[in-house]
């Protein structure tokens, strides 16, 4: 952990309301696998991401988990916090691309958002985007193929490792695309055949971004360009 911030938000947020925050909030590591938040578990923290991924996931009842959104370097975990009073989270979280975030304690963060518009202005502006991205995975994981989800999903790993390389098991990569783990494994296969990125023990390398992107749905695409929209304003950092 460097201290650097990668976090969009973060990094958008004029200079006086990003050190007001600042000042309540550490850096602390993520780890492959942590639960950040539990469904209809109490919300501790808020974590704003600054390097990794992590997963939101709806669990049912036979035991079954799938993806339905994620937290990266462009956001924050428990957007309930932003609804109101709520404090119990809606889905489970947790941590798939290792890295670190900044963590503020819930209740310091609602004053925080009550006391300054900036700020509530922009996290609404996030929540609002966050919610388009569950839609949009929605709609990926009914209509498009698993080689082209699987593609989407590593162009996402790479954008927030903020590496080529990363560690990604084939159960971690099916929980995600809500798949079975031999059709997963087949589409990787075929991505590595294909020389788009090599995979050795559980280590993925980026080879080819571009021709990533070309294999990739049009989901990506489009959460890309609405997280650009987003953050279209010059960076104050």
Not at 43 to 51: T, W
């Amino acid at each position: 952990m460097s201290g650097e911030i990668h976090n969009h938000l973060l990094r958008m947020l004029p200079a006086e309301s990003r050190d007001n925050l600042m000042r309540s909030m550490h850096e602390v590591p993520l780890e492959r696998g942590q639960t950040i938040d539990q469904e209809n578990h109490p919300v501790r923290h808020v974590h704003l991401v600054n390097r990794g991924y992590i997963s939101m996931i709806k669990r049912m009842h036979d035991g079954r988990s799938v993806e339905v959104g994620g937290v990266g370097i462009e956001g924050m975990t428990a957007p309930i916090t932003t609804l109101g009073r709520q404090s119990s989270s809606i889905l489970d979280t947790v941590v798939q691309i290792p890295g670190s975030a900044f963590r503020i304690e819930r209740w310091t963060f609602q004053q925080e958002l009550d006391r300054d518009p900036v700020l509530r202005q922009a996290v609404t502006d996030y929540v609002r985007f966050l919610f388009n991205q569950v839609a949009q995975t929605a709609a990926c994981n009914r209509l498009h193929s698993t080689i082209r989800r699987c593609s989407r999903w590593l162009l996402v790993a790479h954008d927030n490792a903020l590496s080529d390389k990363f560690t990604l098991t084939h159960e971690f990569l099916a929980l995600m695309l809500g798949g079975q783990r031999a059709g997963v494994s087949m589409a990787a296969h075929r991505l590595k055949e294909a020389g788009l990125i090599a995979y050795v023990r559980s280590v993925i390398t980026i080879l080819d971004r571009e021709g990533l992107e070309a294999a990739a749905c049009e989901c990506y695409r489009a959460t890309r360009d609405e997280q650009r929209h987003l953050y279209r304003r010059r960076d104050p950092a």
